[in-house]
């Protein structure tokens, strides 16, 4: 038992870094955000303690934020620090990145120097399958693939354009620089909506002042301690928060 939920003894699916558990109501699933930490396709893994309760909150937080302003997510409840109950949905094999700031895959595959401000926010969408190692695809592989069809792919477009206009006017007022970060999308009943995550394992943040990060980079690259860096997020964008 955690909080209200009775977890079954079997993970529906075990991701690399949540694990996805069945509920009594067949329209909810329970979400476990585990202490696992990885990057590389999995190559690097390690385990810290409260990263699971860091992310949920963190998620958390920002799901009722883009709900607040009409966007339909996934989020129904937390259940424990590290646990959130949420809508079933059947998964878009996409992530769909939004970057204001050149970083990470986007300097290694174009001849763009890290930092660079994009003229503007600029979408890339990876189709997600691990075995093939997550290729970027476009608009036209994703209709005739049957991924989405047009109006769906224009409306995920709108819906991730708008949570980057909502989440880089938050973390600007906390001294963040939102650099990109990563979605992914579900149907639910004829619907789309915003499903996985939104934590410091999803997106990049820098110091507005010192360029200084605060996400899943400081892992990546040995750049100091991940969690105090994760704390940091939290402390700047929910004042009373404490862990
Ligand atoms: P990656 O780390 O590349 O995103 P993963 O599958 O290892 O992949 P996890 O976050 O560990 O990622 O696993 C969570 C899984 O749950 C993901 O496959 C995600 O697509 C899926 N998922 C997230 N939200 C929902 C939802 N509301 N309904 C159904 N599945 C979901
Ligand atoms: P990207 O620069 O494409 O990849 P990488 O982090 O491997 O250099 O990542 C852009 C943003 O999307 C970054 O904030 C991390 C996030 N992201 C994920 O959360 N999961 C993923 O599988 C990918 C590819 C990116």
Same mark, same amino acid.
């Given at each position: 038992?955690?909080?209200?939920?009775?977890?079954?003894?079997?993970?529906?699916? #075990? !991701?690399?870094?949540?694990?996805?558990?069945?509920?009594?109501? &067949? /329209?909810?699933? @329970? =979400?476990?955000?585990?202490?696992?930490?990885?990057?590389?396709?999995?190559?690097?893994?390690?385990?810290?303690?409260?990263?699971?309760?860091?992310?949920?909150?963190?998620?958390?937080?920002?799901?009722?934020?883009?709900?607040? #302003? !009409?966007?339909?997510?996934?989020?129904?409840?937390?259940?424990? &620090? /590290?646990?959130? @109950? =949420?809508?079933?949905?059947?998964?878009?094999?996409?992530?769909?990145?939004?970057?204001?700031?050149?970083?990470?895959?986007?300097?290694?595959?174009?001849?763009?120097?890290?930092?660079?401000?994009?003229?503007?926010?600029?979408?890339?969408?990876?189709?997600?399958?691990?075995?093939?190692?997550?290729?970027?695809?476009?608009?036209?592989?994703?209709?005739?693939?049957?991924?989405?069809?047009?109006?769906?792919?224009?409306?995920?477009?709108?819906?991730?354009?708008?949570?980057?206009?909502?989440?880089?006017?938050?973390?600007?007022?906390?001294?963040?620089?939102?650099?990109?970060?990563?979605?992914?999308?579900?149907?639910?009943?004829?619907?789309?909506?915003?499903?996985?995550?939104?934590?410091?394992?999803?997106?990049?943040?820098?110091?507005?002042?010192?360029?200084?990060?605060?996400?899943?980079?400081?892992?990546?690259?040995?750049?100091?301690?991940?969690?105090?860096?994760?704390?940091?997020?939290?402390?700047?964008?929910?004042?009373?928060?404490?862990?």
């Amino acid at each position: 038992m955690r909080g209200s939920s009775v977890i079954p003894a079997k993970p529906l699916y #075990e !991701g690399k870094a949540k694990s996805v558990y069945t509920s009594e109501n &067949p /329209d909810e699933l @329970i =979400v476990v955000f585990r202490n696992d930490m990885t990057a590389f396709n999995g190559v690097k893994h390690d385990l810290f303690t409260d990263k699971g309760r860091l992310n949920a909150t963190a998620s958390e937080f920002f799901m009722k934020m883009l709900e607040a #302003e !009409g966007i339909k997510t996934h989020y129904i409840r937390m259940s424990a &620090p /590290d646990t959130m @109950i =949420v809508r079933r949905l059947e998964m878009i094999p996409l992530e769909v990145i939004v970057r204001n700031v050149a970083a990470g895959s986007m300097t290694k595959k174009y001849p763009v120097a890290e930092g660079t401000v994009l003229d503007w926010p600029v979408v890339t969408i990876d189709y997600k399958d691990d075995e093939r190692g997550d290729p970027m695809i476009n608009d036209d592989l994703i209709q005739v693939l049957h991924i989405l069809t047009g109006d769906e792919l224009t409306q995920v477009k709108k819906i991730a354009l708008l949570v980057n206009t909502v989440l880089t006017r938050f973390f600007d007022e906390c001294g963040i620089r939102l650099v990109d970060f990563k979605l992914e999308f579900g149907k639910a009943g004829g619907n789309i909506f915003l499903g996985d995550e939104i934590s410091m394992d999803s997106m990049r943040l820098w110091d507005k002042e010192t360029g200084e990060s605060f996400d899943k980079d400081v892992y990546r690259f040995n750049k100091g301690d991940v969690i105090t860096a994760y704390r940091n997020v939290l402390k700047r964008i929910i004042p009373e928060f404490s862990l």
